[in-house]
């Protein structure tokens, strides 16, 4: 047995529920951090921008499942939905931190920086992709959706994961090294992802033929 085989049969024992619990804690972390005065100058900002990286840190984790999978044969699947989850979780306090701590619900400001500032609208529209694939992602939706239409509603993962990486290289300014990874890893991931599904394609499509 491979160690990749040793490490696959390790996970089947390792539930993916924990994850729900577990992964919220950074946000009371933070909280915390900021309310003691222990994230310098201007807390507010510093959670924000701490928490839409983590959001974006889990969306690459969620696009990362499948290439993992494909390529090394290590088998990630049954954690995809809670991380995918998370990820949307921390977009989300991400946002509320903005909208209720940092501009106290001011909607004509809210609605000036949402119009005046490119960065701000591309992580909105970000958050709006993701929407539906939080709310779809429960077995019931699958269902009903069918899971033919449910995959190609999630694809939606690949604009929201593109939207967030353009949204943190265009808030930070001047090209820093740190987005523009993030940037170029999602560019990665995306055309990895793609490549994979033209491949099924073409050998569904021969397998019909044949």
Do not use: C
Request: aromatic letters at 10%; proline letters at 5%.
């Amino acid at each position: 047995m491979t160690i990749t085989q040793r490490i696959n049969t390790g996970l089947k024992r390792v539930p993916a529920w924990p994850l729900y619990i577990v992964g919220p804690l950074p946000v009371i972390w933070l909280y915390y951090l900021g309310l003691t005065n222990q994230l310098g100058a201007d807390p507010v900002k510093a959670i924000e921008q701490q928490l839409g990286l983590i959001g974006l840190q889990l969306i690459v984790a969620g696009l990362m499942i499948t290439p993992l999978r494909r390529f090394a044969g290590l088998n990630l699947i049954k954690f995809r939905r809670a991380i995918g989850l998370l990820a949307f979780f921390y977009v989300t306090v991400h946002l509320l931190t903005w909208l209720v701590v940092d501009t106290q619900l001011d909607w004509a400001y809210i609605w000036m920086d949402i119009v005046k500032r490119p960065y701000i609208t591309i992580g909105m529209t970000g958050f709006l992709l993701l929407l539906p694939l939080a709310v779809t992602s429960n077995n019931i939706s699958i269902r009903r959706l069918g899971p033919a239409t449910w995959n190609k509603l999630h694809r939606l993962t690949y604009a929201a994961a593109l939207a967030g990486a353009v949204h943190y290289v265009w808030l930070v300014k001047g090209w820093q090294t740190e987005p523009l990874v993030y940037l170029a890893g999602i560019v990665t991931l995306l055309l990895v992802r793609i490549r994979i599904r033209s491949k099924r394609i073409v050998a569904s499509t021969l397998k019909r033929a044949g």
